[in-house]
């Protein structure tokens, strides 16, 4: 019995040790295991450490003969392909950048575009697959992407601080891409817009584009993440003013559902969920009843959405700063 238990426990403990050196293994070909860090000095030095750790920028890209990953192009000096290091060779993308666009780049703009917005330019012969840096399972915040920019440019090119103390408009406009993102909790803003015209441009617009059955998104940015989550998740908690539900009841016994867009002695009009407007005469209306426990939103969006749908498009709607212009 003793000899039958013995071997029992032997083999439990043969099982337990195979499956920790399995669990140990795939942690190490995973990137190893996750740990906490200070926050990272914005210098090329801290940039290096996050290439090779964090960022697992190498897991793509190699840095001259430092690295075997070929996926993506290589960011040093490297054979006949790579005749300059990224930072000189950011100088010479910056001018195609500025051809193509209209706009002026530096080095720096098309640095931060590389990596704000991957697809932007992509070079010739690689595929459009690098990863979204500040979104998960990454999720590098803008200082450690500053840190990574300063790596890079010393990689061959000009290190200029005050590039990074006064940024240019294209690259202020990446780094409030990054900042929207990492507001959101590391959404991808790219992938939110197309969620937003999806889901939500026909009844939202965004400077001019979009339907009038909901409020105007513009600057929503200026309302934080929190409410813009709640307007999702529970849209009759805080609606916006003038986009009330009413319900206009008839002499005849039809009812009416929307927001109202006009009410005067001749009669409301009701927008519908549609955008469909209907004017009704003021000699037709039985009675007008605020419905405060129903929004036009639909109650069933989020379950229409993923969560990463969901993260993404809230990221895309914190970059919403524009001033909207109230008709008179």
Known sequence: MNSAITRVFAFLLICLGIYLWIGYTVT????GEKTASA?????????????????RCYTCHSMGGQGSAVRCPNLGQFGERFELPIG???????????????RH????????????????????????EMAIVYAPPISLNLDEIQAVLMYLLSQGGELDMVVFEEPSEVTSEYFDRI??????????PGNGEIVFEDYCQECHAIGG?????????????????????????????DITEGYETFEVVQHDGRRIAGIKKKDDVSGIDIMRETGELVEIGRADIDE?????SRSLMPDDLTEALTIKDFQDVQAFLMMQKQEVVEEE
């Open 28 to 31: 190490e070909l995973t990137g």
């Open 39 to 55: 926050a990272v000095e914005i210098t090329p030095e801290g940039g290096e450490t996050i290439f090779w750790g964090k960022g």
């Open 88 to 102: 000189a060779r950011a100088e010479l993308r910056a001018k195609e950048r500025s051809e193509e666009t209209g």
């Open 105 to 128: 780049y530096t080095a720096t703009d098309y640095l931060v575009e590389s990596l704000a917005k991957p697809d932007a330019y992509i070079v010739e012969g690689y595929k459009n």
């Open 179 to 188: 900042l929207a993102a990492t507001a959101a909790g590391g959404g991808d």
């Open 209 to 237: 584009d979009g339907g009038e059955v909901g409020p105007d998104l513009s600057s929503i940015s200026v309302k934080g993440k929190q409410f813009i989550s709640d307007s999702v998740t529970a849209p009759t908690g």
């Open 288 to 292: 007008v009843v605020q419905d405060e």
